[in-house]
């Protein structure tokens, strides 16, 4: 594998659900991050792992919670979501101060 | 506080008529600029970081350009394959955050 890598591609799950997505960077790379891509709207930066720091957007709402056991895999759990965090859930990395590898994303529905 | 703005939001063009998409930024020092093409369905694929007013890179069709301001994408001569959402973004020389526009949505028409 190489590149970002992102599992499953497609998630539909109900709102008392409990999932988690899963994103690894084969690219050496000592940042990852979450996104959330809605129509229409810019993307919108969720959670940023650098050096073992976490960084999180202060709108991004609880049931959404992050886990990076390492540097090259990060995770998404979620819980008890709502219809309105259907969207495509992107992984990134990147090299401190460089640019950022997208994966193919998780495109979500929730029923 | 550090935003982009793209325009047009979209773009329609005949194979063969150049153009350019703009990106217009507000940041608190500039690290890098970076351009993205993203396909229907899948994640942004990198195209090209700039980090300084009068920098341009080149790829095939398309070429960025930086000023203090704004950046461009030209497109010369597009091909249909050339459809995509072109994405912009700026990070700021502090922080790891990167700040995305909406994207510009071109389609090449054969």
């Known amino acids: 594998e190489t590149g970002v890598t992102q599992t499953p591609r497609h998630l539909v799950m109900g709102m008392t659900n409990k999932k988690s997505l899963k994103c690894e960077q084969h690219?050496?790379?000592?940042?990852m991050y979450w996104y959330k891509q809605s129509a229409k709207k810019p993307l919108e930066l969720m959670f940023v792992?650098?050096?073992?720091?976490?960084?999180e957007n202060n709108s991004v709402p609880s049931r959404f919670s992050p886990e990076c056991p390492n540097s090259s895999h990060l995770f998404l759990h979620l819980h008890t979501l709502q219809p309105e965090d259907s969207a495509l859930y992107l992984c990134a990395s990147s090299q401190e101060g460089r640019s950022q590898y997208f994966g193919p994303g998780t495109r979500l529905t929730v029923l | 506080e550090d935003q982009v703005t793209q325009s047009p939001e979209a773009l329609r063009l005949q194979e063969g008529e150049s153009s350019s998409l703009n990106c217009s930024y507000t940041?608190?020092?500039?690290?890098?600029l970076f351009w993205y093409r993203q396909d229907p369905g899948k994640g942004p694929e990198f195209l090209f970081t700039l980090y300084s007013a009068g920098e341009e890179k080149e790829k095939e069709r398309l070429k960025a350009t930086l000023t203090k301001k704004e950046s461009f994408l030209h497109i010369t001569a597009p091909k249909p394959e050339d459809s995509a959402t072109y994405l912009c973004?700026?990070?700021?020389?502090?922080?790891?955050?990167?700040?995305f526009g909406t994207g510009t949505s071109l389609t090449v028409i054969p």
């Open positions: 690219l050496g790379h000592n940042a």
């Open positions: 792992y650098s050096l073992e720091e976490r960084v």
């Open positions: 973004a700026v990070q700021a020389n502090t922080g790891n955050q990167f700040y």
């Open positions: 940041v608190s020092g500039l690290r890098g």
